[in-house]
T-cell receptor, first 113, second 111 residues
Framework: DTAVSQTPKYLVTQMGNDKSIKCEQN?????MYWYKQDSKKFLKIMFS???????INETVPNRFSPKSPDKAHLNLHINSLELGDSAVYFC????????????FGPGTRLLVL | GQSLEQPSEVTAVEGAIVQINCTYQ??????LSWYQQHDGGAPTFLSY????GLEETGRFSSFLSRSDSYGYLLLQELQMKDSASYFC????????????FGTGTLLAVQP
């Protein structure tokens, strides 16, 4: 009965590799988000999708490409991973685009070596 | 620019009351939210203020003054399990609402 789930939970990879993180929510929400939390715990939005359409695209390198096959799923693909990409990536969802209450997934801890 | 300021750390004892302040400067403002995050966990929604005043949810209350660009989270009857990071976040209005998070306050509750 997990509300927002992410896979994998941990990801250790080499610089230059390509990796994907998957997110699914069973809350019936129509807006989903990707956040990045760095080592200092600073949490910053990267992308937001509403009903499979991109509505927020912060200043994120184009090596990061989100994909939403349906409104319950939002995946994040990262090309040519760099050391600075090491962080915790959180998926979240909310009802509507106002997003007052956002429900976060457990996070994916990415370590780039 | 957009910024939210919170104290980096607060320490209190069990049973006490603690207030975590948040001042913000953002280009748009729709409301102020508070999230709790335990170490190694995910942020969890606590409270939202869209209008000035106090919102109470159990042991937690949140206050907003839009004219002062200021809010706070009040935690009463502190318990050990309240030890966590607390983030204020501004819902930045406009064509697309987004949450802009503060730097977080690490609350340590001591016995």
């Amino acid at each position: 009965d997990t509300a927002v789930s992410q896979t994998p939970k941990y990801l250790v990879t080499q610089m230059g590799n390509d990796k994907s993180i998957k997110c699914e929510q069973n809350l019936g929400h129509d807006t989903m988000y990707w956040y990045k939390q760095d080592s200092k715990k600073f949490l910053k939005i990267m992308f937001s999708y509403n009903n499979k359409e991109l509505i927020i695209n912060e200043t994120v390198p184009n090596r990061f490409s989100p994909k939403s096959p349906d409104k319950a799923h939002l995946n994040l693909h990262i090309n040519s991973l760099e050391l600075g990409d090491s962080a915790v990536y959180f998926c979240a969802s909310s009802s509507g685009t106002v997003g007052k209450t956002q429900y976060f997934g457990p996070g994916t801890r990415l370590l780039v070596l | 620019g957009q910024s939210l300021e919170q104290p980096s750390e607060v320490t209190a004892v069990e049973g006490a009351i603690v207030q975590i302040n948040c001042t913000y400067q953002t280009s748009g403002f729709y409301g102020l939210s508070w999230y709790q995050q335990h170490d190694g966990g995910a942020p969890t929604f606590l409270s939202y203020n869209g209008l000035d005043g106090l919102e109470e949810t159990g042991r937690f209350s949140s206050f907003l003054s839009r004219s002062d660009s200021y809010g706070y989270l009040l935690l009463q009857e502190l318990q050990m399990k309240d030890s966590a990071s607390y983030f204020c976040a501004v819902m930045s209005g406009g064509a697309t609402n987004k949450l802009i998070f503060g730097t977080g306050t690490l609350l340590a509750v001591q016995p």
